[in-house]
């Protein structure tokens, strides 16, 4: 049983008394809830009961049922062969409105015969999608060709039928026309056909293509399928994994196809989504290849959450949290929960938009959810086997430009010793260089010129080489999909590397003819290796390689290390650890084993009613040490840590749906429940000053400590949806979702979450529109959803005893920093409304939303001053405000049977506004977000966006003159004040999709304005001597001429020396490092060639095709110097600091994708 | 919509119901219970939250000893000197690291302990643990105001109790008063004959009559401090404090024992020290040394204390420190490095400078004082000695001020033995010390100088830089030249403050512009209320 396995993963007692008490206050929604809760139990149960019946096939051209009519009208005839089987028809009402005075006989047989029979002559057609039966009139563009035109023939046809790229399509049914003669293809698309009477026409209909009706002409009919134009009856997944048609949707939703991540990929897949959507502001970090990513939708709604998407893969919400970040004052990032997907196993990515098209997963969905669908097994004849390969190779793209005229040393002296070179060794404010032989920190004279390619030297090419097989087969009632995979990367840091492992299973099966069971299964290892550190000095080797002085080359310091292990010092500042010996002394691993499963049952109770039930594990142990090696400068006898922990959270989910039609009206109503529970264990160890020098592990350390976290809590939910459709052209959809949580107070527990969506497709009801509009609809809809749901044991005081004594007597601290607090979830209301058309045949699209997302009761971490005891209390205070808007245009320039062009351009601009943060209270520091430099650091600020940059300007007096210090020359610092946005709020991509012939090229582009980025690289590339404006203008030479006024106000101007100024104004000058960030990427570049399918006719391989494939390949266009603006080392709430990251790679490839 | 009715009212939805109820409770148990911590305590041990913030006071894995002690104060004190750019005491140079000592203060030092007075406030049972931890409120109060002048004294660690999240700022002239007046309060309440915290007194381990006279030793020593600003109220409470009795020997001395081994047992400074200042990877070239100041004075008054002190960087050496203790802290080889000069610009006072040479400067002795096994004194019986020598002085107290300055330096000289490395200074040699150095000065000034300057070389013993720093700012003794670095933020006058940090000026804004209104401009060289 499905809760025996949950029961154990919590670790409950299952033999325990069982006892019923209700929750006071609401008692008949509470005891509803809990009947809800636990219609899993009874779901699983009942399946059981019934899963008995014979297995059945789910084609029209199969599934046979009898239908008598006697002059009756279509729709009366429609409604009775949905009363007989599964499948549900859609329709315009005027289409069909008129077709009456229907006759048939009582034989049983496929619907599909019924349907032609029907049909025939009325000029409409059909086509099945999944259990859904479209009825439309027929496309000016139908393939139907005169029959007159046809010569007649008569015998055996033989033909192959083949995709618009010539890949051979098995299972085709082919039927003549108005018979029941018929056949279908085999596995390589052909098909013979006896015609007795005398030619005819061959109706040739497939899943997912335009069926096609051709006059037999010969006795060889080769036949190429169009595909479906997915604009016409466009499904996507939304909430709760549903399928539905995208034309009812009342809200936004976008959806990837995973052949857009496999190409040219990304190991995140979070990062593959940059430039891709409107309104969905994909960031990567600058920490390596198995780096978190931050992707946004619709702009930051919390002050403090987050802000990122809830993560939902094959129905089970994942755990997407970051396993630790680098902070101002460095660390590594040891990357999120999306690094766990394989895009080759990715089906879909459907991202829902704020509030209201996420409004079922209640208090998840303040910021949206991304559902991830996972390929499943197709139904074919024989086993399919489909290959996927990519070799990549990743360069760091050098940006920096620092100054090449002046070397090592200080006061415009080279050094002379080397002491003096060591304590010169990242100081640029040395001599002209003049090829003269300088001595350098190794001691030896080298040549004093100028080292430009020291990220050349220092970083490695990387390579990641990407393999997935994956076995897909299976029978009408059940199939199956297996894939494996392996990736390996070797990262531009030396010593870096990443092997990830996945295992995906996914089977679905007709148990009987009303019980589904569909059950995936993800297993991944990740195993990381010497991820590098970033931001600050320590450990960090970019730091080291991109700061050393201009005449040193970086190669000089190898191998970092001296005979007894020590680190060789190569500058003035322990701290600034030595670039090799950072790679190679220093060590640091995470292993990640990770389960993800679904298991879900569908039992039809009657042909409109159904039930559901779905249990979903996210389960994975995280492994990490972190070594500080003996011989590191700045701790010499070094430390370990090692960080284990299990996270899981399980999502158990009934519910029970109703689909009809009836009339002009079609509902689709759902009930359910979910229970939630999430539980994280940790085991934290660290020992410092190892005994013996050189083994690393805890016990040899003779400081050991030991931490346990522990947290679990849980949220229990009711939920219920209606979409009420009415003449294929209104929709309604209402939503309701209420939801308990462990972690708020008893006696108030429980938040409502509503919405409501109205769409009205003009397209279809505009009975006159004029030809090119192909398609029309307006939407409009309303959501209140939650997120932030409050962290466990938030709601008292607790102490923790200390794991070490002090000589026999026992410690014990108050455990946390923050002042505890009762808080709710913030609530997000969202509205929004769009405008969808599409016109001359679909050749031209256009998407636009305008949407308000207010965020109330945002939960508050305001920091609290440390001379109150604490660092900060929590409070239900805050407000912002995101509203926007969000475009697509979609475009076909160019479309003939060898060439085509399909090119989509998105833009979204968000205006983000804090309009309240707390009583009294309005700036609020992010917390550990300074500057390296601490002379600044992000904020937010009442009536501004989202995390703002603010430092320090010079101080200027009333009159706008710079005041100085009259002892220094330097200027004052003035207040702190706003220097820059965090987040860029215009946002763009545009994707071209090219094809001629076999050859394909995709190019997406995509480019951020709008915000700005503090660059502590810069900072110190001016402290250091390093930074271009150290030398322009002949500063070095005749010093900088500064006026003004004194601290006195009287007039003052002086010189001072380019070293004393900008050695000093590094850390007191915020604004003078920060810039724009505004840039354009050539983001992906595919370019591939498929081979014809004639080639393979005789081979096993089905389809074949190897690409070209590339990222980040160029930066079209950089407003920041020096630095990459996407450069950032958090993904936290804290963007637009930069402080030493790895340099961004370019990364280039093949791909290869066979299909046996 | 009927039809929907009907089937959903027909037979599949009591069915189902049937179940739901059936099963209820078996899906959904304990829920409320999922927010019970396991792994915390809700109610606290009172004697544990006395111990840690003891400990933590005294700077058992806090910031403020590196950061402030160390690289603040040793420098300021001109003990120690850097070649090393982010030693801001040695060239009173920004490094940011200004504000740590009050943050650290507030929500370490004081955190847990103004939980516990809140818990026992009204307890009658724990009238001593709240006497002893209103006096150690003092304790650790007092170091902040001096440090920064005007600061939360009132609504200090009042954030949970009293949901006071902007504490404000008392004046240093009403937090004087207080503090003397609450301890006077404090020592009132203390009960000889009943008990305290027992061994989780890591201080006294629980004598009640050991905190009396600690609660009149602080009194002494903060009464003397307002020397400059209202001599009658120092004068009243320097004399009761003596009245009431003040440490008598280095038997009253208030100090936590240290043993290596763990973050909680082990010297704080030492660690810090022997971590980022003077790492044995250096081999003697580490750009931090004992300073010249210190070291030309102690071999100018061969002082016995100098080997004790300092070493070569070789005696520094764990693994041959007992072998080459005996010659590397020979007094001659000692030599200390100047204050306020960088590796390029130590040329100017040492010319054919060469880092090389750094071999040849002397260490603090991580075999005594600088042991992770050294004690941390928090207040020294040598101290009180030198108070009473000055209070004799000022025709305060009793007995002569040579008599207490003489048992002061003898106190500090036989202070010795409470460090690891057994140095025995003879008595003999106590002596000769005290015979060669009387306290002979023709005026008060000269006297108070000659004390002063001797308080300086004792108190090093204790690397205690907070009440080395407070003692000169307010003696004006020893006379130390203040650094000038180029760029430094006190424009080459002497650090008499720090600054508030940060998040002061930026959360606690209203309550931090009202003092700097009342103080004076937030600066390095704005002198606290007593330091006039």
């Not at chain 1, 393939?143 to 035109?149: D, F, I, M, R, S």
């Not at chain 1, 709601?795 to 923790?800: A, F, P, R, S």
């Not at chain 1, 050539?1082 to 096993?1100: D, E, I, N, Q, W």
């Not at chain 1, 637009?1136 to 790679?1145: D, H, V």
């Amino acid at each position: 049983m499905i809760f025996s396995v949950k029961n154990a993963e919590q670790g409950h007692d299952i033999d325990r008394p069982v006892s019923i008490h209700l929750i006071s206050g609401n008692s008949v929604v509470t005891l509803l809830m809990r009947i809800a809760v636990v219609s899993l139990c009874i779901l699983s149960f009942s399946i059981q009961l019934l899963a008995s019946a014979p297995v059945k096939s789910q084609s029209i051209y199969e599934v046979q049922v009898r239908v008598e009519l006697k002059g009756e009208s279509l729709v009366k005839a429609l409604q009775k062969i949905e009363a007989r089987s599964n499948f549900h028809f859609m329709y315009r009402n005027a289409d069909v409105q008129d077709v009456n005075r229907l006759s048939l006989s009582a034989a049983k047989q496929p619907i599909a015969v019924i349907l032609k029979t029907l049909l025939s002559g009325t000029g409409l057609s059909f086509r099945q999608v999944e259990r859904q039966i479209l009825i439309s009139r027929q496309e000016a563009e139908s393939p139907v060709k005169n029959t007159a035109l046809s010569t007649m023939y008569q015998g055996t046809v033989k033909g192959q039928v083949t995709d618009g790229k010539g890949v051979p399509l098995p299972g085709v049914s082919v039927k003549l026309k108005g018979t029941s003669t018929g056949t279908s293809t085999d596995t390589q698309g052909r098909f013979a056909l006896n015609t007795a009477d005398n030619g005819g026409v061959l109706v040739f209909a497939y899943v997912g293509f335009v069926s096609q009706e051709v006059p037999i002409t010969g006795a060889v009919l080769n036949v190429v399928m169009k595909e479906e134009s997915k604009n016409l009856t466009e499904v996507v997944v939304t909430a709760l994994g549903i399928r539905r048609e995208k034309k009812s949707l009342t809200y936004s939703v976008t959806e990837v196809g995973g052949e857009n991540l496999t190409k040219a990929r990304e190991i995140n897949v979070g990062n593959a989504l940059s430039g891709r959507i409107a309104g969905v502001n994909a960031t990567s970090t600058s920490t390596g290849p198995a780096g978190s990513s931050r992707v946004v939708i619709r702009g930051n709604g919390s002050l403090n959450g987050d802000n990122q998407p809830l993560y939902v893969v094959n129905g089970v919400p994942i755990n997407n949290s970051n396993q630790g970040s680098a902070g101002t004052f460095g660390g590594i990032d040891r990357g999120d929960g999306l690094s766990s997907l394989n895009p080759d196993d990715i089906e879909t990515i459907s991202v829902l938009k704020g509030g209201t098209a996420a409004a079922l997963y209640g208090s998840r969905a303040a910021n949206g959810v991304i559902l991830i669908t996972t390929k499943s097994g197709k139904t074919q004849k024989g086993i399919g086997v489909d290959y996927n390969t990519t070799f990549t190779l990743e360069t760091p793209r050098d940006l920096l430009d620092w100054q090449y005229e002046y070397g090592s040393g200080s006061r415009g002296v080279a050094p002379l010793t080397q002491a003096e070179a060591i304590a010169n060794g990242r100081m640029s404010w040395g001599a002209k260089l003049d090829g003269s032989s300088v001595i350098q920190p190794d001691g030896q004279q080298h040549p004093y010129t100028a080292q430009k390619d020291n990220i050349k030297n220092f970083y490695d090419t990387g390579t990641t080489f990407s393999n997935t097989v994956a076995l897909n087969g299976g029978t009408e009632a059940a199939s199956f999909r297996f894939s494996a995979s392996n990736l390996d990367n070797k990262g531009i840091v030396p010593n870096n590397t990443l092997n990830r492992r996945t295992f995906n299973l996914s089977a679905n099966a007709n148990l009987s003819k009303k019980v589904v069971f569909e059950g995936r299964a993800q297993y991944s290892t990740e195993e990381n290796k010497n991820r590098t550190f970033t931001a600050d000095f320590q450990k960090n080797p970019n730091s080291g390689a991109q700061l050393i002085a201009t005449n040193i080359d970086v190669r000089t310091l190898s191998p970092g290390f001296d005979a007894n292990g020590n680190e060789v010092l190569w500058n003035d500042y322990i701290y600034s650890t030595n670039p090799y010996f950072a790679i190679n002394k220093v060590q640091n691993g995470d292993t990640r084993r990770r389960f993800i499963g679904s298991f879900s049952t569908r039992y039809n109770i009657t042909e409109s009613l159904y039930a559901r039930a779905r249990l979903g594990i996210d389960y994975f142990n995280f492994d990490a040490y972190n070594i500080e090696p003996t011989g590191l400068a700045f701790n010499n006898r070094g430390s370990m840590t090692t960080d284990q922990n299990v996270n899981s959270e399980t999502n158990a989910e009934a519910l029970i749906g109703y689909n009809k039609t009836a009339g002009k009206f079609s509902i689709n109503i759902l009930a359910g429940a979910n229970q939630m529970r999430n539980k994280v264990q940790g085991l934290n160890l660290s020992s410092g000053q190892f005994n013996v020098p050189f083994q690393y592990f805890i016990g040899n350390g003779s400081a050991q400590n030991t931490t346990i976290t522990y947290r679990e809590y849980g949220i229990n939910s009711l939920f219920a949806s209606a979409d009420i459709g009415f003449n294929n052209y209104l929709y309604l959809t209402l939503t309701g979702r209420e939801d308990w949580f462990s972690t708020l107070s008893t006696e108030n527990n429980h938040l409502f979450y509503p919405s409501v969506g109205l769409s009205y497709v003009v397209s279809e009801a505009w009975k006159t529109k004029p030809s090119w509009m192909s398609f029309a609809k307006v939407r409009g809809s309303w959501a209140q959803v939650g997120g932030g749901a409050p962290d466990p044991y938030g709601l008292n005081l607790t102490y923790t005893a200390q794991a070490q004594q002090h000589l026999g007597a026992t410690l014990m601290n108050i455990t946390s920093t923050t002042i505890p607090n009762k808080l709710t979830p913030y609530t997000s209301t969202t509205s929004e409304f769009g405008l969808e058309t599409r016109m001359f045949n679909n050749r031209i699209g256009a998407d636009i939303t305008v949407y308000d997302r207010t965020t109330t009761n945002d939960i508050v971490y305001a920091s609290v001053p440390f001379s109150s005891g604490y660092a900060r209390t929590a409070l239900n205070v805050g407000k912002i405000q995101n509203r926007g808007v969000e475009l697509l245009l979609t475009g076909t320039p160019v479309k003939s049977s060898k060439f085509s062009w399909d090119v989509s351009y998105n833009l979204a601009y968000n205006k983000n506004t804090v309009k309240k943060i707390a009583d009294g209270l309005s700036s609020l520091f992010i917390d550990g977000a300074t500057t390296r430099t601490q002379n600044g650091g992000i904020y937010h600020f009442e009536g501004q966006p989202f995390g703002m940059i603010a430092g320090n300007r010079a101080l200027k007096n009333a009159s706008g003159q710079i005041v100085y210090n009259s002892a220094t020359g330097i200027p004052l610092q003035g207040p702190l004040e706003v220097l820059g946005k965090g987040v860029p709020p215009l946002t763009m991509g545009i994707n071209n999709n090219f094809s001629y012939k076999d050859f394909s090229l995709s190019v997406l582009i995509d480019g951020k304005f709008g915000a700005q980025v503090y660059s502590a690289t810069n900072a110190y590339g001016a402290l250091y001597g390093l930074d271009k404006r150290t030398v322009e203008n002949g500063v070095r030479e005749n010093g900088i001429p500064v006026s003004g006024v004194d601290q006195r106000g009287a007039p003052y101007s002086a010189t001072v020396s380019a070293q004393t100024y900008y050695s000093t104004i590094w850390s007191t000058l915020t604004d003078q490092f920060v810039t724009d960030a505004d840039y354009i990427k050539l983001r992906s570049v595919t370019f591939g060639y498929s081979l014809p399918a004639k080639l393979l006719a005789k081979t096993p391989v089905q389809s074949a095709s190897i690409s070209f494939v590339a990222r980040n390949l160029f930066l079209l266009y950089n407003s920041a110097r020096n630095i990459d603006p996407e450069s950032s080392y958090s993904n936290g709430n804290a963007q637009g600091l930069e402080n030493f990251g790895i340099p961004t790679a370019r990364s280039y490839g093949l791909n290869l994708m066979v299909r046996f | 919509m009927t039809d929907i009715k009907r089937k959903l009212t027909g037979t599949a939805l009591p069915t189902v119901l049937a179940f739901f109820i059936l099963m209820l409770s078996a899906c959904d148990k304990g829920f409320e219970d999922l927010n019970k911590n396991p792994n915390a305590f809700n109610e606290p041990v009172i004697g544990d939250l006395f111990a840690t913030s003891l400990i933590r006071t005294a700077g058992t894995g806090t910031p403020d000893r590196n950061r402030t002690n160390i690289k603040y104060f040793a420098g300021t004190m001109q003990y120690m000197a850097s070649l090393g750019t982010n030693w801001s005491g040695d060239k009173n140079f920004e490094n940011g690291q200004f504000g740590d000592f009050f943050e650290t203060v507030y929500s370490v030092h004081l955190k847990e302990l103004e939980q516990l007075l809140a818990l026992t406030k009204d307890n009658p049972d724990m009238a001593n643990q709240y006497a002893i931890a209103s006096i150690w409120r003092v304790f650790i109060l007092h170091r902040v105001t001096d440090a920064y002048g005007d600061v939360p004294y009132t609504d200090a660690g009042k954030g949970y109790i009293d949901g006071n999240y902007k504490p404000k700022y008392d004046k240093q002239s009403d937090i004087y008063p207080q503090m003397l007046a609450g301890l006077e309060t404090a020592i009132a309440k203390l009960d000889v004959s009943k008990g305290s915290y027992g061994v989780q007194d890591v201080i006294f381990q629980g004598s009640v009559s050991k905190w009396k006279t600690f609660g009149y030793s602080l009194m002494l020593r903060l009464g003397m401090r307002l020397t400059n600003v209202d001599a009658t109220m120092a004068r009243t409470y320097v004399q009761k404090a003596i009245a009431g009795g003040v440490m008598i020997s280095n038997a009253d001395i208030a100090k936590l024992n240290h043993v290596a081994g763990n973050g909680n047992t082990q010297n704080w400074d030492a660690f810090e020290l022997k971590r980022e200042s003077l790492p044995e990877s250096n081999v003697g070239k580490g750009p931090v040394k004992l300073a010249k100041t210190l070291i030309d004075l102690l071999q100018s008054y061969n002082d016995p204390r100098l080997p004790f002190y300092a070493t070569l960087w070789e005696g520094n050496i764990l693994s041959i420190q007992a072998a080459k203790l005996p010659t590397t802290t020979a007094p001659a080889l000692q030599k200390g490095l100047p204050n306020g000069y960088d590796a390029n610009s130590i040329k100017q006072v040492i010319p054919n400078w060469s880092n090389d040479q750094l071999v040849n400067y002397s260490e603090p002795n991580t075999g005594t004082i600088a042991s992770l096994n050294a004690p941390t004194v928090l207040l020294s019986y040598s101290e009180v000695e030198f108070l009473l020598a000055e209070a004799a002085l000022r025709g305060w107290g009793n007995g002569t001020a040579a008599d207490h300055y003489r048992a002061a330096i003898t106190a500090s000289m036989q202070s010795t033995t409470f460090f690891p490395g057994n140095v025995v200074i003879q008595q003999t040699a106590i002596n000769d010390y005290l015979t060669a150095h009387p306290l002979n000065g023709a005026t008060f000034d000269l006297q108070m100088e000659q004390l002063y300057t001797q308080f300086y070389l004792a108190h090093f013993m204790y690397y205690d830089n907070f009440e080395a720093w407070s003692t000169l700012r307010r003696t004006g003794y020893p006379k130390l030249v203040p650094p000038n670095y180029p760029g430094n933020f006190t424009g080459g006058a002497a650090l008499i403050r720090l600054k508030y940090p940060v998040s002061e000026s930026s959360i606690n804004k209203a309550n931090y512009d009202a003092a700097v209104a009342i103080q004076g401009p937030d600066l390095y060289t704005t002198a606290v209320w007593w330091d006039k």
